[in-house]
Every structure is written in structure tokens, then in C-alpha cells.
Nanobody
Framework: QVQLVESGGGLVQAGGSLRLSCGASGRTFSSYAMAWFRQTPGKEREFVAVISRSGNTYYADSVKGRFTISTDNAKITVYLQMNSLKPEDTAVYYC????????????????????WGQGTQVTVSS
């Protein structure tokens, strides 16, 4: 069982930046593809960004060029650097882990992810 904990959410003005972090009590993510999703009330959870076991990354079109997903060298923490934030980025952001045999493959589907954090609120004011 992997328990993920997100941190770093908060209130920021449009154009500002935030960095979200996700950890699992020191456990390494080396066997997992890691992703960030987000959800607003009344809407389905949507894909934001993913990093494969090999470090390949992929982003939703809505955040491409503004958000960056990364891990530390020990693959204990996953980050989401969010720049040039917009009011439409307001959501609860969730970290997720997908146990993956392939080092290169990743998924953007909510249903493929095995473990989820509790979420952290990001609010962007206009």
C-alpha cells in the first residue's frame, strides 16, 4: 500500500506561481509512473501531467509550457511547478501513482492509477 501526501497548495493571484509536492513517507517511486490530476466541483477529475519511470513527461494542453512535473534524484518526492497561473487552474490537485513495469510508458487515464493522495486546494484569484 502506498499512501501519498500532497502539500504546497494555497491562494495565489493570477500570473503567480506555486509548487506542489507529493511524497509517500520516504518510499521511492522508482517502480511507478507518477501523475498529477485536478478536479473542480461538479466536474470529472482531469489529467494534468505525468512523469514515467524513465523521466519522460507529458502534459495536458491546458498547462503545457506553464507547468513542469519532476522528481528529486532519489525519486522520493514528485513536484508540480506551476507558473503563470490562471483562475481556471483553480482546483483540488491530486497526486497519483501507477505501478508500471515499463520504464517508458505512462497513462493519462484516472482509472489506470493505483494510489491517490488526499488532494491539495489551489485557488487562483483574478
Amino acid at each position: 500500500q502506498v499512501q501519498l501526501v500532497e502539500s504546497g497548495g494555497g491562494l495565489v493571484q493570477a500570473g503567480g506561481s506555486l509548487r506542489l509536492s507529493c511524497g509517500a513517507s520516504g518510499r521511492t517511486f522508482s517502480s511507478y509512473a507518477m501523475a498529477w490530476f485536478r478536479q473542480t466541483p461538479g466536474k470529472e477529475r482531469e489529467f494534468v501531467a505525468v512523469i514515467s519511470r524513465s523521466g519522460n513527461t507529458y502534459y495536458a494542453d491546458s498547462v503545457k509550457g506553464r507547468f513542469t512535473i519532476s522528481t528529486d534524484n532519489a525519486k522520493i518526492t514528485v513536484y508540480l511547478q506551476m507558473n503563470s497561473l490562471k483562475p481556471e487552474d483553480t482546483a483540488v490537485y491530486y497526486c497519483a501513482a501507477d505501478r508500471m513495469l515499463s520504464r517508458y510508458y505512462y497513462s493519462t487515464a484516472v482509472s489506470d492509477y493505483d494510489y491517490w493522495g488526499q488532494g491539495t486546494q489551489v485557488t487562483v484569484s483574478s
